[in-house]
């Protein structure tokens, strides 16, 4: 299923480490010396020379020359304008402050917004840019930890993943927001529309997987590893109409014993992250666009494990599939342990079933609009849905028969069936 196979392809970063420093190909003006404070101001007008305390002063007009000529630690404000570049960093540890600034990202096949690269960026930050117009992530992060990414508007970006045509053969997306290997970090307050998907949080693809294999994504990510300990909280993801609001979805095929399905957390995986009081609406909902959750947690082969998330007290509503689903597609994997509490969750899985465009989830045969699904392959234990109101649904709670856990206090309205829990893989 297209929902639960995601990753942006090695294209989409090629050259990451040939930029020093982050510089920006085509900059505008040449690298100044920082200021002693390392704090650096970027400004539509600035000029090679200037004394760089303001934005009147600004001593740089590219993002990337004050990327590549920034300190590691350094404060870079960029001031009200539009800038029309791809930023990279990597090597060092920035922060990104926008008073006002457009990234509008140039229209190259694999271009992207910002990217933090590498394990030296930890510490980075992102905040109040609007970021646009990238054929691929509008932001992007990879093999990373600490990261602060805050009051962003993400809008109408991956669109090379846009069409029903990619959409039908399974396409890999990397969304408005991907996190790949990335832990302990917050994506704070950010608002997300017209992209493909909204926020995708991974574990990497590397050399030796299932994921690397024709039979996979057929390449291998710069970084692997997992992705835990982040916050996703009180972001807006939505009408990205061709994919899910907001994805957990492990990669690693690594991060798991494919025999038994026990993790290795230092391998991979998607554990321990917190989703809590997100809005997302309106997502996957394009004609041919196959389904996509309000929030999803999955794994697709052998090996994969998206474990022991929390995902409390979001809104969700009007989404392709489910508003909150799992999906475990295969033996092997590791999806026990999720929390789902205290949600709202309307009417969902408008157009998750394949067969016909209409309300459903054809990966378990699953018929009409659906609150929260989990549907497994193999048993999951110690799932929790819990104090969830869920109304205005075909059914409420639907799960395969092999998933155990708590299923109590949820509060169901205008749902035909509140929980249906007896059906097979």
Known sequence: MRRTIKHRGP??????F??????AAGSG???????ANSQLFVSPGGSTGASDFSCRTAAYDTIGAAVAAAPGGSKITVCRGTYDESVTVTGKSLRLISQGATISVPDTPTSQGVVFMGP?????????????????EGFYADGTSDLTISGNRIIGNDLSCQNATDAAVGKDCGEGLHLDAVTNSRIIGNYMTGNTGGILMTDGVPVGSIGASPSGFGFTTPYSGPSSGNLIADNRAIDNVWDCGITLPSHNSFAANPATGAPDPSAGGVYDNTVIDNVSTGNATAPGSGGGAGILIAAPFPGTASYDNVVKDNFVAGNGLAGITIHSHAPGQDVNGNQIVGNVVGKNALNGNSADGGP???DFNALGTIGILVGSVTPVTGTVIAGNHISNNNTGVWTTNNVSGDFTHNLFSGDNVAVSNNNTP
């Open 11 to 16: 294209a989409a970063i090629a050259g990451v």
């Open 120 to 136: 030296m960026t930890a510490g980075s930050s992102l905040a109040g840019f609007t970021i646009t117009g990238a054929q691929a």
């Open 18 to 23: 040939a930029l020093v420093g982050g510089m």
């Open 360 to 362: 459903g989830d054809s």
């Open 29 to 35: 003006v040449a690298a100044a010396a920082p200021r």
